[in-house]
C-alpha cells in the first residue's frame, strides 16, 4: 500500500465512521447477542442463563405464538393485495390526464402521513360500534346490524385492513413516479398495432412498472409481517379472543410485559426467517414477471 | 365515448378523494364538538349551538335540557374552539410532550442529515480500498427486522443507565442508518468528479471539499433526508414506548395514547381535538415541502 492509498484510507473511514459506530453498536452486536439470548433464559434483571433450544420448541407447543402468527399473516395476505391493487388503481387514475391532479395526489397522499397515533384514534372512532360514522353510514344504506367491528373478534382483524388501505399514499406516490416515466412511444407503437385500452396496460404499462410492483411487495411483506403500533393502540394485548394479537404485538408483550426476552429474541429471529422465506417465494415466484430494462 | 370515459375518471376520483378525507374532516369536526353532539343521531357535521326564541332574545339551550315542542328551537353553527385548550389541559402535561417531542425531531433531523452526509461521502466519493465491500455489509444490515435488535439494544440502553431519558431516542440517530446513506450516496455519485478533483489540487482538505463544494449541491437531497427523519421522530411510537418510563418524558405520540387509555370510549370530542394537534402540524409541513415530499418518495422507490 502506497502512501496516497494509506492516507485515503484513513479519510475514507474517517467519513465512514458513524457508520461504523452504529455497525458495531446497534446491528453486529445486537444481532449476535439476540441470537445468544434465544438461546437463553433471561429476564434482564438476572444473568441470561443457557437453555439451549428451549424457546424454540416451546413455541411449537405455544398455540399463542400459533394465533399470532395465523393473525399476522391473515393480516398480511389481505392488507398486501389490496393495498396493491388499490394503489395502483388511484395512481393510473391520476396518470390520465385530468386537471388538479396534484390536488388529488395531495388527498390521497395525506393520510400516509398523519402520525399512527392520530390515525389509531380516528379509526377506533370511526369504527365505534355505537357512534361510529362507519356503522352510521351502513344503517343509512340498509343495514340494519352493522358489525361491531373492533368488539367483535370476527371483525377485527378486517377493521385493521380496512384502516391500512387508508394509509396506501405512499405506495400511490411511487407508482405514480413510475407510471410517468414509461415512454410515450411504446404507447405510440402499440397504438399502431391497434392495442386496446386493457391489452396496452396488460403488455406495456405493467411489464414497465413492474420492478415497483416487485419493490412495493417487497416492502409490503417486510411491513405487514411486523404490523405493530396501530394493533397495539386500538386493541391493546390483541383486542377481543386475541383476535388481532399480531406477531410482533405478541413479540413486545413477551420482552416487555411478562419480561421473557429469550423468548422474545427467540421469536424475533423466527420472523426473520419467515420474511426471508416469504421474500424468497416472491422473489422466485415473481421473477419471470418483472422486466429490468438495463438487462 | 371519449367524454364518458372522462366522466368515469373524474367520478372515481372525486369519489376516492372524499373517502380518503372524511376520516379527516372527521376527526377536526368531532374535536370542535361539545360532547353531546359527538354522539348524536344520526351524526352532524358541523358543530352547533341551539337557542330558543324567549320574547325578542334568544337563550341557549343547555345540554340535557328538553325544550317545550311550542317553542322555537334555532341552530347556529358554534366550533367549540376551546376543545383544544380543555384537551391540552386534560391531557396534563402536553406542553412538556410537545417539547420533548421537539427537541427529539431537533437533535434526531440534525444527526441523521449530518452523519448520513459524511457516511455517504465516505462511500462514493473518498477512494479507499475496501469501500464497496463495506458499503454491500450496510445495504445487508438493511434486511435485519428492528425485532431481532430491540431486545439487545435495550439491554445495552439499560447498562448504561439511560432508560426513562430521551437518549436513546436520539443517539442512534448520529450514527448514519443504512437507508439514508444509501439516499445520498446515490445523489452524491452524480456530482461530476473533476469539481473535488479540482479542489484537490487547489490543496483544500477533504473535509473542505465535502462541506463547502458538495453538500450545497446536495441541499434537495439532504432536505429530503431531514424532512422523512423529522416525519419519523414525530410519528415514532414504538421507541418512546419502550425506552420512557415517566409521564412528564412522554412524546406527543406516547402521550396522546396515554390519554386514551385513560379516557378513551367516553370524551371523544377532546380525543380529537389532541390528535387534531398532532396531526395538523404535519398536514401543514405537507402542505409547504409537497415537492420535497413527492420527489423523496418517488426516489427512494424507483431507485430502491
Not at chain 2, 352532524?44 to 325578542?56: A, F, H, I, K, M
Not at chain 2, 425485532?147 to 431519558?165: A, H, K, N
Amino acid at each position: 500500500m502506497t502512501r496516497g492509498e494509506r492516507h485515503s484510507l484513513m479519510v475514507g473511514l474517517l467519513f465512514v465512521s458513524p457508520w461504523i459506530v452504529g455497525f458495531v453498536a446497534f446491528t453486529l452486536y445486537p444481532v449476535i447477542a439476540s441470537m445468544t439470548y434465544s438461546f437463553c433464559d433471561y429476564d434482564v434483571l438476572t444473568k441470561p442463563v443457557w437453555i439451549g433450544t428451549l424457546n424454540y420448541r416451546e413455541m411449537l407447543t405455544d398455540s399463542v405464538f400459533w394465533q399470532s402468527l395465523r393473525n399476522t399473516l391473515y393480516f398480511a395476505a389481505f392488507s398486501i393485495p389490496l393495498g396493491l391493487v388499490m394503489s395502483l388503481s388511484v395512481a393510473v387514475l391520476l396518470n390520465q390526464s385530468v386537471r388538479g391532479r396534484s390536488a388529488f395526489r395531495a388527498i390521497f397522499f395525506l393520510p400516509s402521513l398523519i402520525p399512527v397515533v392520530a390515525s389509531s384514534m380516528i379509526w377506533l372512532w370511526i369504527l365505534n360500534g355505537n357512534f361510529g360514522l362507519l356503522n352510521h353510514a351502513l344503517k343509512s344504506i340498509g343495514i340494519a346490524h352493522p358489525p361491531q367491528w373492533l368488539a367483535d373478534p370476527a371483525w377485527t382483524k378486517p377493521s385493521l385492513i380496512l384502516m391500512s388501505l387508508w394509509g396506501v399514499g405512499h405506495a400511490m406516490v411511487i407508482y405514480l413516479a413510475a407510471l410517468q416515466d414509461v415512454p410515450r412511444s411504446l404507447y405510440e407503437s402499440a397504438d399502431l398495432d391497434g392495442a386496446g385500452a386493457w391489452s396496452r396496460f396488460r403488455h406495456v404499462t405493467l411489464p414497465m412498472i413492474s420492478p415497483v410492483i416487485y419493490f412495493n411487495l417487497i416492502m409490503g411483506i417486510i411491513g405487514s409481517l411486523q404490523v405493530f403500533s396501530q394493533a397495539f393502540i386500538m386493541l391493546g394485548g390483541g383486542g377481543p379472543q386475541r383476535s388481532a394479537l399480531f406477531y410482533a404485538v405478541y413479540l413486545y408483550l413477551n420482552a416487555f410485559e411478562y419480561r421473557q426476552m429469550g423468548y422474545a429474541c427467540a421469536m424475533a429471529w423466527v420472523l426473520f426467517l419467515i420474511i426471508l422465506f416469504l421474500t424468497w417465494v416472491a422473489t422466485r415466484s415473481t421473477r419471470k414477471l418483472v422486466y429490468y430494462a438495463a438487462e | 365515448m371519449r367524454i364518458f370515459k372522462k366522466a368515469i375518471v373524474y367520478a372515481l376520483l372525486l369519489g376516492g378523494s372524499a373517502v380518503f378525507l372524511v376520516p379527516l374532516l372527521w376527526m377536526m369536526s368531532t374535536g370542535l364538538k361539545p360532547l353531546d353532539q359527538t354522539m348524536s343521531m344520526p351524526p352532524t357535521w358541523l358543530p352547533y349551538r341551539e337557542y330558543v326564541q324567549e320574547g325578542s332574545q334568544l337563550r341557549e339551550v343547555k345540554a340535557g335540557e328538553t325544550v317545550p315542542a311550542t317553542a322555537t328551537v334555532v341552530r347556529k353553527i358554534a366550533p367549540r374552539w376551546e376543545n383544544f385548550s380543555l384537551a391540552i389541559a386534560a391531557m396534563k402535561y402536553f406542553p412538556r410532550y410537545l417539547l420533548n417531542t421537539l427537541i427529539l425531531c431537533l437533535l434526531t433531523v440534525t444527526g441523521t442529515v449530518l452523519s448520513s452526509a459524511l457516511a455517504a461521502y465516505g462511500f462514493s466519493r473518498v477512494e479507499w480500498c475496501g469501500r464497496n465491500r463495506l458499503f454491500t455489509v450496510a445495504l445487508a444490515t438493511m434486511m435485519v427486522p428492528f425485532p431481532v435488535v430491540m431486545v439487545p439494544v435495550y439491554c445495552l440502553f439499560r447498562s448504561v443507565g439511560w432508560i426513562g431519558t430521551l437518549k436513546p431516542l436520539w443517539v442512534g440517530s448520529f450514527c448514519a442508518g443504512a437507508f439514508n446513506v444509501f439516499l445520498l450516496r446515490q445523489f452524491f455519485m452524480t456530482i461530476p468528479k473533476d469539481l473535488s478533483e479540482a479542489a484537490r489540487i487547489d490543496g483544500c482538505s477533504e473535509f473542505r471539499i465535502f462541506w463547502q463544494i458538495v453538500l450545497p449541491l446536495c441541499r434537495p437531497a439532504l432536505m429530503v433526508v431531514g424532512l422523512f427523519q423529522f416525519m419519523a421522530t414525530w410519528n415514532d411510537f414504538l421507541g418512546p414506548l419502550i425506552y420512557l418510563t415517566e409521564q412528564k418524558d412522554y412524546t406527543l405520540a406516547l402521550g396522546l395514547q396515554f390519554f386514551q387509555s385513560q379516557h378513551g370510549g367516553t370524551e371523544w370530542h377532546y380525543l380529537m381535538a389532541a390528535s387534531t394537534l398532532i396531526a395538523l402540524p404535519v398536514i401543514i409541513l405537507f402542505f409547504f415541502t409537497q415537492k420535497t415530499f413527492i420527489e423523496g418518495i418517488s426516489m427512494t422507490g424507483i431507485k430502491g
